[in-house]
Protein backbone atom coordinates (compact mmCIF):
# COMPACT_ATOMS: atom_id res chain seq x y z
CA UNK A 1 0.00 0.00 0.00
CA UNK A 2 1.41 3.34 -0.94
CA UNK A 3 2.18 5.74 2.03
CA UNK A 4 -0.87 7.95 3.40
CA UNK A 5 0.51 11.46 1.99
CA UNK A 6 1.75 14.12 4.82
CA UNK A 7 -0.69 16.41 6.03
CA UNK A 8 -0.12 20.28 3.62
CA UNK A 9 1.22 23.22 5.53
CA UNK A 10 -0.21 26.45 5.21
CA UNK A 11 0.68 29.87 5.31
CA UNK A 12 -0.17 32.56 8.20
CA UNK A 13 -2.77 34.00 7.56
CA UNK A 14 -1.35 37.54 7.70
CA UNK A 15 -0.18 36.38 4.27
CA UNK A 16 -3.67 36.30 2.83
CA UNK A 17 -4.57 38.38 -0.30
CA UNK A 18 -7.06 41.04 0.84
CA UNK A 19 -10.18 38.74 -0.10
CA UNK A 20 -9.69 36.53 2.22
CA UNK A 21 -10.86 36.70 5.23
CA UNK A 22 -8.54 35.28 7.74
CA UNK A 23 -11.10 33.08 9.80
CA UNK A 24 -11.08 30.85 6.76
CA UNK A 25 -7.49 29.69 7.04
CA UNK A 26 -4.32 30.33 5.14
CA UNK A 27 -2.88 29.35 2.23
CA UNK A 28 -1.82 25.84 1.30
CA UNK A 29 2.49 26.84 0.79
CA UNK A 30 2.20 24.75 -3.24
CA UNK A 31 -0.38 27.70 -4.19
CA UNK A 32 1.29 30.02 -6.18
CA UNK A 33 -0.12 33.87 -7.43
CA UNK A 34 -0.95 32.80 -10.79
CA UNK A 35 -3.63 30.31 -8.74
CA UNK A 36 -4.64 32.58 -6.67
CA UNK A 37 -4.81 35.49 -8.99
CA UNK A 38 -7.33 33.16 -10.96
CA UNK A 39 -9.10 32.14 -7.90
CA UNK A 40 -10.02 35.76 -7.14
CA UNK A 41 -11.73 36.82 -9.78
CA UNK A 42 -13.80 33.78 -10.19
CA UNK A 43 -14.50 34.68 -6.40
CA UNK A 44 -15.89 38.20 -7.08
CA UNK A 45 -18.02 36.75 -9.57
CA UNK A 46 -18.98 34.07 -6.42
CA UNK A 47 -20.19 36.97 -4.62
CA UNK A 48 -22.45 38.62 -6.49
CA UNK A 49 -24.09 35.38 -7.54
CA UNK A 50 -24.57 34.29 -4.24
CA UNK A 51 -26.12 37.42 -3.11
CA UNK A 52 -28.69 37.05 -5.55
CA UNK A 53 -29.59 33.43 -4.61
CA UNK A 54 -29.93 34.41 -1.35
CA UNK A 55 -32.89 36.86 -2.06
CA UNK A 56 -35.55 34.87 -2.34
CA UNK A 57 -34.85 32.73 0.62
CA UNK A 58 -34.64 36.05 2.74
CA UNK A 59 -37.47 38.31 1.23
CA UNK A 60 -39.88 35.19 0.73
CA UNK A 61 -42.22 36.73 3.57
CA UNK A 62 -42.32 39.93 1.70
CA UNK A 63 -42.85 38.76 -1.78
CA UNK A 64 -45.26 36.32 -0.55
CA UNK A 65 -47.65 39.12 0.61
CA UNK A 66 -46.78 41.25 -2.36
CA UNK A 67 -48.52 38.50 -4.27
CA UNK A 68 -51.02 37.17 -1.49
CA UNK A 69 -49.36 34.17 -1.27
CA UNK A 70 -50.03 31.34 1.44
CA UNK A 71 -48.07 28.97 2.95
CA UNK A 72 -48.61 26.14 0.81
CA UNK A 73 -48.52 28.58 -2.47
CA UNK A 74 -45.34 29.35 -1.11
CA UNK A 75 -43.81 26.24 -1.67
CA UNK A 76 -45.08 25.71 -4.75
CA UNK A 77 -44.08 29.42 -5.86
CA UNK A 78 -40.52 28.53 -4.58
CA UNK A 79 -40.42 25.31 -6.40
CA UNK A 80 -41.10 27.19 -9.76
CA UNK A 81 -38.41 30.11 -9.67
CA UNK A 82 -35.97 27.50 -8.47
CA UNK A 83 -36.78 25.10 -11.40
CA UNK A 84 -35.89 28.57 -13.79
CA UNK A 85 -31.85 27.22 -13.42
CA UNK A 86 -33.30 24.61 -15.30
CA UNK A 87 -32.01 26.28 -19.26
CA UNK A 88 -28.33 26.25 -17.62
CA UNK A 89 -27.99 22.38 -18.07
CA UNK A 90 -28.68 23.55 -21.91
CA UNK A 91 -26.18 26.84 -21.61
CA UNK A 92 -23.28 25.28 -19.75
CA UNK A 93 -22.27 22.79 -22.59
CA UNK A 94 -21.04 25.49 -24.49
CA UNK A 95 -18.26 25.50 -21.96
CA UNK A 96 -17.12 23.15 -23.87
CA UNK A 97 -17.37 24.63 -27.25
CA UNK A 98 -16.65 28.13 -26.63
CA UNK A 99 -14.27 28.19 -23.45
CA UNK A 100 -14.82 28.85 -19.80
CA UNK A 101 -14.08 32.27 -19.48
CA UNK A 102 -16.46 33.36 -22.82
CA UNK A 103 -19.42 31.55 -20.39
CA UNK A 104 -18.44 33.27 -17.29
CA UNK A 105 -18.56 36.43 -18.87
CA UNK A 106 -21.62 35.74 -20.92
CA UNK A 107 -23.34 34.70 -17.60
CA UNK A 108 -22.00 37.49 -15.66
CA UNK A 109 -24.14 39.72 -17.95
CA UNK A 110 -27.48 37.65 -17.85
CA UNK A 111 -27.50 37.35 -14.32
CA UNK A 112 -27.28 41.24 -13.80
CA UNK A 113 -30.25 42.62 -16.51
CA UNK A 114 -32.08 39.15 -15.30
CA UNK A 115 -31.87 40.26 -11.30
CA UNK A 116 -33.17 44.12 -12.67
CA UNK A 117 -36.26 42.38 -14.48
CA UNK A 118 -36.85 40.22 -11.24
CA UNK A 119 -37.36 44.20 -9.21
CA UNK A 120 -40.19 45.13 -11.87
CA UNK A 121 -41.82 41.80 -11.76
CA UNK A 122 -45.42 42.69 -11.32
CA UNK A 123 -47.07 39.48 -10.71
CA UNK A 124 -45.91 35.94 -9.83
CA UNK A 125 -45.33 34.77 -13.40
CA UNK A 126 -43.49 37.63 -14.32
CA UNK A 127 -41.07 37.36 -11.29
CA UNK A 128 -41.15 33.55 -12.50
CA UNK A 129 -39.76 33.93 -15.76
CA UNK A 130 -37.48 37.12 -14.53
CA UNK A 131 -35.75 34.40 -12.37
CA UNK A 132 -35.82 31.64 -14.57
CA UNK A 133 -33.21 33.66 -17.12
CA UNK A 134 -31.20 35.11 -14.22
CA UNK A 135 -31.39 31.68 -12.23
CA UNK A 136 -30.19 29.79 -15.49
CA UNK A 137 -27.25 32.50 -15.45
CA UNK A 138 -26.78 32.26 -12.03
CA UNK A 139 -25.97 28.56 -12.22
CA UNK A 140 -24.02 28.74 -15.83
CA UNK A 141 -21.55 31.35 -14.16
CA UNK A 142 -20.98 29.33 -10.77
CA UNK A 143 -20.55 26.22 -12.41
CA UNK A 144 -18.11 27.52 -14.68
CA UNK A 145 -16.17 29.10 -11.99
CA UNK A 146 -16.09 25.54 -9.89
CA UNK A 147 -14.23 24.41 -13.51
CA UNK A 148 -12.12 27.07 -14.03
CA UNK A 149 -10.93 26.83 -10.15
CA UNK A 150 -10.67 22.47 -10.75
CA UNK A 151 -8.85 22.78 -14.04
CA UNK A 152 -6.24 25.26 -12.96
CA UNK A 153 -5.13 24.39 -9.32
CA UNK A 154 -2.58 21.98 -8.53
CA UNK A 155 -3.97 17.82 -7.68
CA UNK A 156 -3.44 18.39 -4.57
CA UNK A 157 -4.82 21.37 -3.58
CA UNK A 158 -7.89 21.07 -5.60
CA UNK A 159 -10.21 20.65 -2.42
CA UNK A 160 -9.13 23.62 -0.83
CA UNK A 161 -9.31 26.04 -4.00
CA UNK A 162 -12.85 24.73 -4.67
CA UNK A 163 -13.41 25.58 -0.86
CA UNK A 164 -11.72 28.96 -0.88
CA UNK A 165 -14.06 29.75 -4.09
CA UNK A 166 -17.47 28.41 -1.91
CA UNK A 167 -16.39 29.86 1.37
CA UNK A 168 -15.32 33.42 0.12
CA UNK A 169 -18.34 33.23 -2.57
CA UNK A 170 -21.02 32.65 0.37
CA UNK A 171 -19.87 36.02 2.18
CA UNK A 172 -22.48 37.26 -0.72
CA UNK A 173 -25.04 35.46 1.30
CA UNK A 174 -23.82 36.95 4.63
CA UNK A 175 -24.24 40.65 2.34
CA UNK A 176 -27.81 39.43 1.25
CA UNK A 177 -29.08 39.12 4.82
CA UNK A 178 -27.18 42.16 5.85
CA UNK A 179 -28.44 44.52 3.61
CA UNK A 180 -32.00 42.51 4.03
CA UNK A 181 -31.91 43.92 7.72
CA UNK A 182 -33.20 47.21 5.99
CA UNK A 183 -35.76 45.76 3.74
CA UNK A 184 -38.42 47.82 5.27
CA UNK A 185 -36.68 51.00 5.22
CA UNK A 186 -35.08 50.61 1.66
CA UNK A 187 -36.73 52.09 -1.37
CA UNK A 188 -38.90 49.69 -3.07
CA UNK A 189 -38.70 47.51 -0.27
CA UNK A 190 -37.50 43.91 -1.60
CA UNK A 191 -37.88 45.04 -5.05
CA UNK A 192 -34.66 47.22 -4.54
CA UNK A 193 -32.83 44.67 -3.27
CA UNK A 194 -32.98 42.97 -6.47
CA UNK A 195 -32.45 45.79 -8.41
CA UNK A 196 -28.75 46.26 -6.69
CA UNK A 197 -27.83 43.01 -8.43
CA UNK A 198 -27.05 44.81 -11.73
CA UNK A 199 -24.33 46.12 -9.91
CA UNK A 200 -22.08 43.28 -11.53
CA UNK A 201 -22.81 44.15 -14.91
CA UNK A 202 -20.29 47.24 -13.59
CA UNK A 203 -17.24 45.01 -12.95
CA UNK A 204 -17.47 42.98 -16.56
CA UNK A 205 -14.55 44.99 -18.17
CA UNK A 206 -12.36 43.95 -15.17
CA UNK A 207 -13.63 40.49 -15.43
CA UNK A 208 -12.66 40.31 -19.26
CA UNK A 209 -9.38 41.76 -18.94
CA UNK A 210 -8.19 39.83 -15.83
CA UNK A 211 -9.78 36.43 -16.17
CA UNK A 212 -8.11 34.22 -19.10
CA UNK A 213 -8.94 30.82 -20.66
CA UNK A 214 -8.31 27.78 -18.85
CA UNK A 215 -4.61 26.23 -19.82
CA UNK A 216 -6.64 22.22 -20.21
CA UNK A 217 -9.20 23.63 -22.28
CA UNK A 218 -7.22 25.93 -24.38
CA UNK A 219 -4.73 22.46 -25.06
CA UNK A 220 -7.77 20.27 -25.64
CA UNK A 221 -8.59 19.11 -29.16
CA UNK A 222 -11.61 16.81 -28.07
CA UNK A 223 -15.24 16.38 -29.33
CA UNK A 224 -16.13 19.49 -27.56
CA UNK A 225 -14.99 21.69 -31.06
CA UNK A 226 -16.84 19.77 -33.29
CA UNK A 227 -20.41 18.73 -33.90
CA UNK A 228 -23.47 20.77 -32.69
CA UNK A 229 -23.17 23.25 -29.50
CA UNK A 230 -24.99 20.19 -27.55
CA UNK A 231 -23.29 17.07 -28.57
CA UNK A 232 -21.09 16.82 -25.91
CA UNK A 233 -24.64 16.31 -23.45
CA UNK A 234 -25.11 13.16 -25.80
CA UNK A 235 -21.33 12.22 -24.91
CA UNK A 236 -21.23 12.29 -21.81
CA UNK A 237 -24.15 9.66 -21.28
CA UNK A 238 -22.97 7.49 -23.51
CA UNK A 239 -19.25 7.44 -22.96
CA UNK A 240 -19.85 7.86 -18.93
CA UNK A 241 -23.39 6.27 -18.20
CA UNK A 242 -22.12 5.14 -14.44
CA UNK A 243 -20.76 8.04 -13.17
CA UNK A 244 -23.58 10.13 -14.72
CA UNK A 245 -26.18 8.50 -12.89
CA UNK A 246 -24.33 8.33 -9.88
CA UNK A 247 -23.85 12.09 -9.79
CA UNK A 248 -27.53 12.20 -10.66
CA UNK A 249 -28.46 10.55 -7.48
CA UNK A 250 -26.10 12.13 -5.48
CA UNK A 251 -27.18 16.00 -6.57
CA UNK A 252 -30.24 15.50 -6.73
CA UNK A 253 -31.33 13.48 -3.63
CA UNK A 254 -28.81 15.87 -1.44
CA UNK A 255 -30.94 18.82 -3.18
CA UNK A 256 -34.29 17.63 -2.52
CA UNK A 257 -33.75 16.75 1.23
CA UNK A 258 -31.27 19.96 2.04
CA UNK A 259 -33.28 22.92 -0.38
CA UNK A 260 -36.50 23.08 1.02
CA UNK A 261 -35.13 23.59 4.83
CA UNK A 262 -32.98 26.07 3.43
CA UNK A 263 -34.93 27.70 1.51
CA UNK A 264 -37.76 28.15 4.65
CA UNK A 265 -35.72 29.52 7.44
CA UNK A 266 -36.52 33.26 6.97
CA UNK A 267 -39.65 32.05 6.32
CA UNK A 268 -40.55 29.90 9.16
CA UNK A 269 -38.19 32.74 11.70
CA UNK A 270 -40.76 35.52 10.91
CA UNK A 271 -44.03 33.49 10.99
CA UNK A 272 -43.28 31.04 13.36
CA UNK A 273 -41.03 32.50 15.46
CA UNK A 274 -41.93 36.04 15.41
CA UNK A 275 -38.70 37.14 14.02
CA UNK A 276 -37.93 40.64 12.60
CA UNK A 277 -36.12 40.82 9.12
CA UNK A 278 -33.51 42.74 11.71
CA UNK A 279 -32.89 39.64 13.45
CA UNK A 280 -32.92 37.36 11.04
CA UNK A 281 -29.87 39.58 9.55
CA UNK A 282 -29.11 39.94 13.45
CA UNK A 283 -28.35 36.28 12.93
CA UNK A 284 -27.08 35.61 9.29
CA UNK A 285 -24.65 38.01 9.98
CA UNK A 286 -23.40 36.80 13.74
CA UNK A 287 -23.27 33.36 12.98
CA UNK A 288 -22.60 33.06 9.45
CA UNK A 289 -18.91 33.40 9.75
CA UNK A 290 -19.07 29.97 11.93
CA UNK A 291 -21.47 28.42 9.04
CA UNK A 292 -19.48 29.66 6.06
CA UNK A 293 -16.48 27.95 7.04
CA UNK A 294 -18.34 24.78 6.26
CA UNK A 295 -16.87 25.27 2.54
CA UNK A 296 -12.72 25.52 2.56
CA UNK A 297 -13.25 23.21 5.86
CA UNK A 298 -14.45 20.47 3.21
CA UNK A 299 -12.27 21.34 0.83
CA UNK A 300 -9.03 20.76 2.99
CA UNK A 301 -10.62 17.24 4.64
CA UNK A 302 -11.43 16.44 1.03
CA UNK A 303 -8.20 17.18 -0.23
CA UNK A 304 -6.69 14.75 2.94
CA UNK A 305 -9.15 12.31 3.46
CA UNK A 306 -11.56 12.01 0.10
CA UNK A 307 -14.49 14.22 -1.17
CA UNK A 308 -16.25 10.49 -0.91
CA UNK A 309 -15.74 10.17 2.96
CA UNK A 310 -16.49 14.10 3.88
CA UNK A 311 -19.37 13.78 1.81
CA UNK A 312 -20.96 11.15 3.22
CA UNK A 313 -20.37 12.41 6.47
CA UNK A 314 -22.12 15.90 5.90
CA UNK A 315 -24.62 14.72 4.43
CA UNK A 316 -26.11 11.80 6.93
CA UNK A 317 -25.90 14.31 9.74
CA UNK A 318 -28.01 17.52 7.52
CA UNK A 319 -31.71 15.51 8.17
CA UNK A 320 -30.68 15.87 12.68
CA UNK A 321 -29.53 19.46 12.00
CA UNK A 322 -32.80 20.62 10.25
CA UNK A 323 -35.07 18.77 13.31
CA UNK A 324 -32.82 20.40 15.57
CA UNK A 325 -33.82 23.38 13.85
CA UNK A 326 -37.10 23.08 12.80
CA UNK A 327 -38.83 20.94 15.73
CA UNK A 328 -36.03 21.90 18.75
CA UNK A 329 -36.31 24.53 21.32
CA UNK A 330 -36.86 27.89 20.19
CA UNK A 331 -34.13 29.64 22.08
CA UNK A 332 -31.26 27.63 20.93
CA UNK A 333 -32.25 27.91 17.19
CA UNK A 334 -28.81 29.78 16.15
CA UNK A 335 -26.73 26.50 16.91
CA UNK A 336 -29.05 24.16 14.66
CA UNK A 337 -29.02 27.20 12.15
CA UNK A 338 -25.47 27.43 12.13
CA UNK A 339 -25.11 23.48 11.70
CA UNK A 340 -27.74 23.13 9.46
CA UNK A 341 -25.31 25.80 6.92
CA UNK A 342 -22.12 24.44 7.76
CA UNK A 343 -23.13 21.35 6.42
CA UNK A 344 -24.58 22.76 3.50
CA UNK A 345 -22.03 24.71 2.33
CA UNK A 346 -19.28 21.77 3.01
CA UNK A 347 -21.80 19.12 1.01
CA UNK A 348 -22.05 22.06 -1.70
CA UNK A 349 -18.02 21.73 -1.76
CA UNK A 350 -18.05 18.51 -2.02
CA UNK A 351 -20.27 17.35 -4.52
CA UNK A 352 -19.36 20.07 -6.99
CA UNK A 353 -15.76 18.97 -6.97
CA UNK A 354 -16.64 15.43 -7.70
CA UNK A 355 -18.85 16.62 -10.52
CA UNK A 356 -16.01 18.60 -11.79
CA UNK A 357 -13.08 16.07 -11.26
CA UNK A 358 -15.13 13.09 -12.86
CA UNK A 359 -15.16 14.07 -16.32
CA UNK A 360 -12.00 14.27 -19.11
CA UNK A 361 -11.40 18.09 -20.32
CA UNK A 362 -13.83 17.53 -23.21
CA UNK A 363 -16.85 17.12 -21.19
CA UNK A 364 -16.25 18.72 -17.55
CA UNK A 365 -18.21 21.48 -19.07
CA UNK A 366 -20.97 19.57 -19.58
CA UNK A 367 -20.57 17.09 -16.69
CA UNK A 368 -20.95 20.37 -14.01
CA UNK A 369 -23.69 21.60 -16.27
CA UNK A 370 -25.45 17.94 -15.45
CA UNK A 371 -25.20 18.52 -11.81
CA UNK A 372 -27.00 22.18 -12.17
CA UNK A 373 -30.05 20.75 -14.43
CA UNK A 374 -29.83 17.68 -11.07
CA UNK A 375 -29.29 20.47 -8.21
CA UNK A 376 -32.70 21.92 -9.98
CA UNK A 377 -34.67 19.21 -10.58
CA UNK A 378 -33.93 17.73 -7.06
CA UNK A 379 -34.96 21.59 -5.10
CA UNK A 380 -37.97 21.73 -7.05
CA UNK A 381 -38.67 17.70 -6.23
CA UNK A 382 -38.39 18.68 -2.36
CA UNK A 383 -40.31 21.78 -2.41
CA UNK A 384 -42.78 19.87 -4.14
CA UNK A 385 -42.81 17.16 -1.73
CA UNK A 386 -42.42 19.78 1.09
CA UNK A 387 -45.96 21.41 -0.48
CA UNK A 388 -48.00 18.00 -0.56
CA UNK A 389 -46.77 17.84 3.20
CA UNK A 390 -48.12 21.14 4.37
CA UNK A 391 -51.27 20.38 2.26
CA UNK A 392 -51.48 17.41 4.60
CA UNK A 393 -49.99 18.25 8.03
CA UNK A 394 -50.04 22.23 8.34
CA UNK A 395 -46.66 22.03 10.32
CA UNK A 396 -42.98 23.06 8.63
CA UNK A 397 -41.53 21.16 11.82
CA UNK A 398 -42.80 18.21 10.50
CA UNK A 399 -42.58 18.11 6.81
CA UNK A 400 -39.35 20.26 6.39
CA UNK A 401 -37.28 17.50 8.50
CA UNK A 402 -38.85 14.37 6.55
CA UNK A 403 -38.21 15.80 3.07
CA UNK A 404 -34.89 16.63 4.70
CA UNK A 405 -34.10 12.25 4.83
CA UNK A 406 -33.16 12.24 1.35
CA UNK A 407 -29.97 13.24 2.14
CA UNK A 408 -29.41 10.05 3.54
CA UNK A 409 -29.85 8.34 -0.13
CA UNK A 410 -27.03 10.77 -1.34
CA UNK A 411 -25.04 9.93 1.35
CA UNK A 412 -25.25 6.33 0.62
CA UNK A 413 -24.89 7.28 -3.60
CA UNK A 414 -21.42 8.83 -3.21
CA UNK A 415 -19.74 5.63 -2.71
CA UNK A 416 -20.96 4.71 -6.91
CA UNK A 417 -18.24 6.92 -8.10
CA UNK A 418 -14.11 6.75 -7.60
CA UNK A 419 -12.44 8.66 -5.25
CA UNK A 420 -10.71 11.64 -6.91
CA UNK A 421 -8.57 13.64 -4.25
CA UNK A 422 -5.11 14.24 -4.64
CA UNK A 423 -5.20 12.82 -8.32
CA UNK A 424 -4.43 14.71 -11.41
CA UNK A 425 -7.99 15.25 -13.80
CA UNK A 426 -6.56 13.54 -16.39
CA UNK A 427 -5.95 10.05 -14.83
CA UNK A 428 -9.57 10.44 -13.37
CA UNK A 429 -10.65 10.60 -16.52
CA UNK A 430 -8.16 7.86 -17.73
CA UNK A 431 -10.40 5.10 -15.25
CA UNK A 432 -13.27 5.29 -16.74
CA UNK A 433 -12.61 4.63 -19.82
Same mark, same amino acid.
Given at each position: ??????????????????????????????????????????????????????????????????????????????????????????????????????????????????????????????????????????????????? /????????????????????????????? &?????????????????????? =? !???????????????????????? &?????????????????????? &????????????????????????????????? &?????? =??????????? !? =???????????????????????????????? !???? /???????? /??????????????????? !????????????????????????????????????????????????? /?????????????????????????
Amino acid at each position: MAPEPAPPSYRSVRQNPWWIPPFLGGIPTGVEPAHLRVLGFVTLAMFFENYDLSLLGSALPQIAATFSLDKAAQGEFAAATRFGALPAFFLLPLADRIGRRRLLLIAIAGMSVGSLLTALAQSPLQFVIAQLATRTCIVAAAIASFV /VVAEEFPAAHRGWGIGMLGGVGAIGFGFG &ALVYGFVGSMPFGWRGLYALGI =V !PLLFLPAFARGLRETARFAASTGV &ARAGSAFRPLADLFRRHPRRAL &ALALIAGMANAGAGPSLQFISEFLQTERGWTPG &AYAALS =VAFGAFAIIGN !P =VAGRLGDRFGRRRVAACVLLLFPLAALAFFAG !PARL /VALPWTLM /VFLWMATNVSVRALATELF !PTSLRGTGAGSLALLETLGVGLGLLTYAALMGASGSQSLALPLVALACL /VAAASVFLVPETARRELEDVAADAV
